[in-house]
Every structure is written in structure tokens, then in C-alpha cells.
């Protein structure tokens, strides 16, 4: 709480909070919270508002069951907005739609900034339990060789037609070169800008 820093008596006491998906990257709502708000909602992990018709804390998602779980909170730089990056459980807005917006909620590849900042937390916070950990304790030969063998692996698959042993190789590789570009000190915004240049060209 203390390191949120909210300024809530600059704006009456309400702040405005956008709620944005943590794997896509949607805009999913808008709402406000007070002090109590915010400290309900860091309590529970679920986004709690105040809602200024009915002048009491809501919790979303407590009738319909479609709660809002935070993953992360970020303040503004005037200290008077709140960006809340949440996952969805079910529809956000109360006529059945994805957001309040009437977007669908669909775009997965946001996940991958996700999928980073964990591959990240694994290498710098490592854990007995977790398999990334294991293969940066390992060294950067071993990082590279998995990424070897997952290509190899979708090369086989490749020559066949089953879908979801291509997809899970598919996948695999994409994972292991992620945590590759980690070990290496690499960004994939890097990647993207030789990409981008390509394009140009």
C-alpha cells in the first residue's frame, strides 16, 4: 500500500483505475476506488471499486462470479490513476461482452511480455521447484542445446499432420528460446528491431 502512493485527497478520494488484461493487453474497464477500495482489493486479489451510484464497495465479479484476480498494480506519474493488470474469470462487462468496451478479448500474444518478466523472475529469484531455474543453473551449453533439440523435434513433427504434437513442439521452442535470450542478456525487442529493419529494406 505504502509504496503505491496514491494521492487520494487531490481528487476527492476517488481515483480512477483502468483495468487492463495481463495476457492480452486489452483495455477491459473503467471504474473507481477509494482508499478502502484499494486496500480491499490488495487484500483479496480481487478488484474491488467504489461504486458512486450505489455509494458502497463492490467486488467484481460478486454476483456474477466473474471476479477480476490482480496480477499487478501500477500508479500513474501524477499519483491520481491506477493501471490494475488482472486475469479475467468469465466476462467483464455486465452486458456479457469481453470489456466494457464491446472489444473481444481474444489477442494471446501479449502473453509472451508475460511468459518474459516469469523467465526473468526464474533467473534472478531461482527456485528449487521450478524447471527455467533449473536450466540457467545449468549453463548457457545446456540452454542451447535444449533449443536444439525442441527445433529438431518440430522439424520431425512438421513432416506429419498432427496438429496438437506440432503445436506442443511449437511451443516448447518458443519457450526455450525465450529463456535462451535471457541467459544470453538479450531482448526480444532486439530481435524485432532486426526485423523491422529487415522489413524495411
Known sequence: MDKLNIDFEKVNGLVPVVIQDVNTGKVLMLGYMNEEALEKSVETGKVTFFSRT???LWTKGETSGNFLEIKNIEVDCDQDTLLIQA??????????????????????????????????????????????????????????QKVGEEAVEIVIEAKDNNKALFLG???????HYLVLLEAKGYELDEVMDVLIKRHRK
Open 54 to 56: 450505489k455509494q458502497r
Open 169 to 175: 513442439e511449437a511451443a516448447d521452442l518458443l519457450f
Open 87 to 144: 486475469k479475467t474469470h468469465g466476462p467483464v462487462c455486465h452486458k456479457g461482452d469481453d470489456t466494457c468496451f464491446g472489444d473481444e478479448n481474444r489477442s494471446k500474444t501479449h502473453f509472451i511480455d508475460h511468459l518474459r518478466e516469469v523467465i526473468k523472475n526464474r533467473k534472478s529469484n531461482p527456485s528449487d521447484q521450478s524447471y527455467t531455474a533449473s536450466l540457467f543453473a545449468a549453463g548457457i551449453n545446456k540452454v542451447a
